[in-house]
């Protein structure tokens, strides 16, 4: 379903990812990790073309792309359509704060791909359902909690019908008790909706039960990565093995 290859990324001098090598399967959920700075939003914002690769090459359902070069007609429509097929939710939710939930899900649908307005309001409602919140559709952003609207958030990426998720530490801005109601949609999109899923996260309860992948990436390189039951019990690096005597 996605391929990195040969994935590189530079602020000026400063190198951010090196040489990076990915394939995530249809319906896998991988999941990954490593110190702040090391890189990992920075990949996840290159396979959606948020930012664009110093070199190398993303490929997400069949359409693949390039870093590097002028952004001809082509390349902008390719790009264009990968980040249709790349929902992105983000830590800190990016929710239209003018927009009630139900709006929020529905715009871009409506806007993108053109789809009637009782068309995207219907797909709406079905999502709010699927994230627990049916009774939040006209709510505004600044009415709810913030697991209430990272899960808004969820539910307006996967409006989009994307072919893969991407999760840049969804949980971390919230209060722990507002954790557990984001992972356990996010538990549900694997279990029951079967989405393949690339998420940024510390939270190792949640690797451990849900993922069938572990990477980790230090330096802006992946040194590590496999089963979670294997990654956790007996990380072969160094570096995996301070990192996660440190957080668990």
Do not use: W
């Not at 952003?141 to 609207?149: K, Y």
């Not at 990426?157 to 992972?183: H, I, R």
Request: proline content about 5%; aromatic content about 4%.
């Amino acid at each position: 379903m996605l391929r990195v290859a040969g994935l590189s990324k530079s602020y000026g001098h400063h190198e951010v990812l090196r040489d990076v090598d990915l394939e995530v399967e249809t319906g896998e959920v991988v999941v990954v990790f490593g110190r702040s700075g090391s890189g990992k939003s920075t990949l996840l914002r290159c396979i959606s073309f948020l930012e664009e690769p110093t070199t190398g090459t993303i490929e997400v359902d069949g359409i693949s792309l390039s870093g590097g070069g002028h952004r001809t007609k082509s390349k902008r429509d390719r790009i264009r359509r990968l980040r249709v097929s790349t929902g992105m939710v983000f830590q800190s939710f990016n929710l239209f704060p003018h927009m009630t939930a139900l709006e929020n899900i529905a715009e871009a649908p409506r806007v993108v791909l053109k789809r009637s307005q009782a068309e995207a309001e219907a797909t709406a409602r079905e999502l709010l359902e699927v994230v627990g919140l049916p009774d939040k559709a006209a709510q505004y952003p600044i009415q709810l909690s913030g697991g209430q609207q990272q899960r808004i958030a969820i539910a307006r990426a996967l409006a989009m019908n994307p072919k893969v998720m991407l999760f840049d530490e969804p949980t971390s801005a919230l209060d722990p008790e507002l954790t557990g109601e984001v992972l356990a949609v996010m538990r549900r999109l694997s279990t029951e909706m079967g989405i393949t899923m690339i998420v940024v996260t510390h939270e190792m309860g949640f690797a451990r039960e849900v993922a069938a992948r572990m990477v980790f990436v230090h330096e802006g390189l992946i040194i590590e990565q496999g089963p979670p039951a294997e990654i956790l019990a007996n990380p072969r690096r160094p570096e995996t093995r301070a990192f996660l005597d440190a957080v668990l």
